[in-house]
Antibody, heavy 123, light 107 residues
Framework: QVQLVESGGGVVQPGRSLRLSCAAS????????MYWVRQAPGKGLEWVAL????????NYVDSVKGRFTISRDNSKNTLYLQMNSLRTEDTAVYYC????????????????WGQGTLVTVSS | SYVLTQPPSVSVAPGKTARITCGGN??????VHWYQQKPGQAPVVVIY???DRPSGIPERFSGSNSGNTATLTISGVEAGDEADFYC??????????FGGGTKLTVL
């Protein structure tokens, strides 16, 4: 069965960096676009970043552009989110998610989600 | 950028029908996906491509999309349906938009 397991969250001071990982199993990872979605405490869902199945296309929500970098290692079935210059407003649970449809992005739903990893940015 | 508007809350008695709306400019031209999120859990897709239901989702969940409003309908609401619901669309092939979420309360 499809499994997505996030790791790397924790408490970090403003301005510091953190790298999240998402280990995928139960499907052909290299065939699917992947996403990061976050949820601040008591708030709604916010899409953060996407990466196409082959890594050739990436995009970010405006609030993280220039600070966050999404990447993937298809040989390790792992998705990453490098977060630099962290701000208090980046505090959230970060979920990785997989697209419904192989080889494409831009139309489908987020079919599978991990359990999330909490990032707390605080001095 | 594209904006999706949901009511903050919807209340319904058990056994009745709940309708959760998602408003957006000419939203009928987009595919709308719906997620259910229970406290402390990750979201789960309950409707995708406006009205398709993933395997394992009860037939009580249905969706429609017309004009400027998409609607998630839950028939015969049960206590276990109480959750936050989010709609989602693609603004372009590279921008994802979520609605603000609707808290469904079963009275």
């Amino acid at each position: 069965q499809v499994q997505l397991v996030e790791s790397g969250g924790g408490v970090v001071q403003p301005g510091r960096s953190l790298r999240l990982s998402c280990a995928a199993s139960g499907f052909t990872f290299s065939n699917y676009a992947m996403y990061w979605v976050r949820q601040a405490p008591g708030k709604g869902l916010e899409w953060v970043a996407l990466i196409s199945y082959d890594g050739s296309d990436k995009n970010y929500v405006d609030s993280v552009k220039g600070r966050f970098t999404i990447s993937r290692d298809n040989s390790k079935n792992t998705l990453y989110l490098q977060m630099n210059s962290l701000r208090t407003e980046d505090t959230a649970v970060y979920y990785c998610a997989r697209d419904t449809t192989p080889m494409v992005h831009g139309l489908g739903a987020f079919a599978y989600w991990g359990q999330g990893t909490l990032v707390t940015v605080s001095s | 950028s594209y904006v999706l508007t949901q009511p903050p809350s919807v209340s319904v008695a058990p056994g009745k029908t709940a309708r959760i709306t998602c408003g957006g400019n000419n939203i009928e031209s987009k595919s709308v996906h719906w997620y259910q999120q229970k406290p402390g859990q990750a979201p789960v897709v309950v409707i995708y491509y406006d009205s398709d239901r993933p395997s394992g989702i009860p037939e009580r969940f249905s969706g429609s999309n017309s004009g400027n409003t998409a609607t998630l309908t839950i028939s015969g609401v049960e206590a276990g349906d109480e959750a936050d619901f989010y709609c989602q669309v693609w603004d372009s092939t590279s921008d994802v938009v979520f609605g603000g979420g609707t808290k469904l309360t079963v009275l």
